[in-house]
């Protein structure tokens, strides 16, 4: 697991943000997404699990369920019932506890190892009693039902799992970058209170952040075509970041989550900032070049005007990264390039 990385000590700045913005929570999107999802999947359970109760019950009640059957498949059945109520009341606790507590956590695991459990055993009667198919028909073809089932659920369960922990990483590397975009923003609003050494040295620390971070997230990567589907952006603009190439920090932020659309509304706000005189040329030619560059990395479609502008003011350190991450695959170099730069920082 990523391990926490320290903040430069600057906390007696005046103008340090001290409260987040209305954009960074819009930002954490993802998580309310997945709340619903979970929410969504819950309810999907409880109907699902009312469902196959009120089958099992039917088969149980059936006449011809009680006739001879090589296997108990219908004392399976009753432990098949009472497991669907416990997972209909799990549904419940967990539709109303947040954040769930540890024992309701371990009550899951037992249940978890129970109703695996269960599948296997299912699975077992089900492929020995092919005799019971003439005698206990209806008991039969609901425990093949059941036993089909129990192996999709396995499959869907493991899946998720995947999901799962890859979308909390994600979530855990998307809170680290924050945070270090975060200090270099502040870094820049409080530079007229620094002198020249400690803003060097505050700089010099949070790219040593970036770059370890930069080591973390390619050790995690490595491997996992999963991931790096996920995280390559994120690392191509912490690379972008640490040689200097993008030295926005909102923009290396929305380039890490891969959010096109945030970056051509704030390239539009640019715009007009730029009319009304309340951005100067300079700062509105540099931002508009790495957004523009975020925006082709991300596979955006440029117009004829925005590659001129391009081409006209891009600097000797963004034509290079552009040159050696001409895609997402060439990490090394690019990687290469931002050590070359953070050598250069300290010196």
Not at 29 to 48: H, N, S
């Amino acid at each position: 697991m990523l391990e926490k990385l320290q903040p430069p000590e600057w906390e007696r700045l005046s103008c340090r943000h001290t409260q987040p913005q209305g954009k960074q929570t819009q930002e954490n999107r993802p998580e309310a997404q997945a709340e619903a999802i979970r929410g969504q999947g819950q309810g999907t359970v409880f109907v699902l699990g009312l469902g196959a109760v009120g089958l099992q019950v039917f088969v149980l009640l059936r006449p011809q369920s009680s006739r001879y059957c090589s296997q108990p498949l219908l004392t399976n059945l009753v432990g098949s019932i009472v497991l669907t109520f416990f997972a209909i009341g799990l549904t419940v606790l967990l539709t109303q506890l947040e954040p769930v507590p540890a024992a309701l956590k371990a009550l899951l695991s037992v249940f978890g190892v129970g109703s695996f459990g269960e599948g296997v055993c299912t699975v077992v009667l089900t492929v020995l009693a092919t005799d019971c198919e003439k005698t206990t028909p209806e008991l039969y073809y609901l425990s093949v039902l059941l036993s089909v089932g129990s192996l999709m659920s396995t499959e869907i369960k493991m899946a998720s799992r995947g999901k799962m922990e890859t979308s909390k990483l994600k979530q855990n590397l998307e809170e680290q970058l924050d945070r270090l975009m975060q200090q270099l923003q502040d870094l820049e609003e409080c530079r007229d209170e620094l002198d020249t050494d400690e803003y060097e040295e505050t700089k010099k620390e949070t790219l040593e952040q970036l770059s370890e971070f930069n080591d973390s997230l390619k050790k995690i990567m490595s491997g996992n075509m999963t991931l790096v589907d996920e995280l390559s952006g994120m690392q191509l603009a912490i690379q972008a970041a640490i040689s200097q190439a993008f030295k926005t920090p909102e923009v290396i932020r929305l380039f890490a989550k891969k959010q096109p659309g945030q970056l051509r509304t704030r390239l539009a706000e640019m715009d007009r900032d730029l009319m009304v005189g309340k951005l100067e040329r300079d700062l509105y030619t540099q931002q508009k070049v790495e957004i523009l560059t975020a925006l082709r990395k991300l596979g955006e479609k440029l117009t004829a005007d925005d590659e001129a502008f391009l081409s006209a003011n891009a600097g000797a350190v963004l034509s290079q990264f552009e040159k050696v991450s001409s895609d997402l695959g060439s990490g090394d170099k690019v990687l290469a390039l931002a050590s070359c730069e953070v050598e250069k920082a300290k010196k």
